[in-house]
């Protein structure tokens, strides 16, 4: 397969092979065990529900053969005055020992108990989920077959740097066309951050297009928001 790098802003000249990106530090990479290409865990787990063979050398690669890479990434030392790429879009690992959030974190809505939430996502089981992070407990909430779950780490948090947000109108699953993919399902289906009213107060939650229906996590449970909408960044 031939690839061609698009985006120039990297710290590192290593690219995914399937959407053809450079990596970042904050992308989650994983291999094949049985060849060793690497490529983003969303892309690799899409590219698996269509086919079980590496996209890049075409030997069998499954999903229960696949494991995640860390790579150390070091600043670039360049000439004086040469600013460090900016990348509009990211979803930054949270660093709990961190006094503050990092600068361009978005705030949006509450819990159920009125604390501020802002827009994170985590990974559980095959699925990445959108999710919120409650700054003042140091927990992101998040939602998934039926049942709301709590995570205490591996949360990453979405940061926005010279980029324009909007929510915009969805109901019953749609979304619009340059809504942010937040996360994708075990199935590989694309899942997108929303918010919308709940009981009064504006919740952040999954919108889940083939189940029709934005999903919140309350009391412990997964609960059907039908109206809502949908975060949408571009780059400016
Ligand atoms: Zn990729
Ligand atoms: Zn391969």
């Known amino acids: 397969m031939e690839v061609k790098a698009r985006n120039k802003s990297s710290s590192l000249g290593v690219i995914c092979a399937i959407c053809s990106e450079f990596y970042t530090p904050y992308d989650v990479i994983f291999y094949s065990a049985s060849c060793g290409h690497n490529f983003h865990k969303v892309c690799l787990t899409r590219w698996l529900n269509i086919s079980l063979t590496c996209p890049q050398c075409r030997s069998s690669c499954h999903r229960d053969n696949i494991r995640r890479i860390y790579l150390n990434f070091s600043e670039r030392r360049e000439g004086k005055g040469e600013e460090p790429p900016k990348v509009p879009i990211q979803w930054v690992p949270l660093d709990y020992k961190a006094t503050k959030l990092p600068k361009g974190v978005v705030k949006c809505g ?37 049942q709301a779950y709590e995570f205490f780490s591996e949360v990453e948090v979405l940061i926005l740097t010279e980029c324009d947000l909007k929510w915009v109108p969805g109901t019953k699953g749609s979304y619009s066309s340059d809504a942010l993919q937040t996360g994708y399902s075990e199935d590989g289906e694309v899942t997108y951050t929303g918010r919308g009213l709940y009981d009064g107060t504006v919740r952040l939650g999954k919108v889940h297009p083939s189940h029709e229906v934005m999903y919140i996590p309350h009391r412990g449970l997964e609960v059907n928001v039908p109206d809502y909408e949908v975060l949408v960044a571009i780059p400016r």
């Open 110 to 146: 509450f819990d159920n108990k009125g604390n501020s939430t802002y827009v994170a996502r985590v990974y559980l089981n095959n699925d990445l989920l959108p999710a919120s992070y409650v700054a003042k407990n140091k927990t992101a909430l998040c939602s998934w077959d039926c």
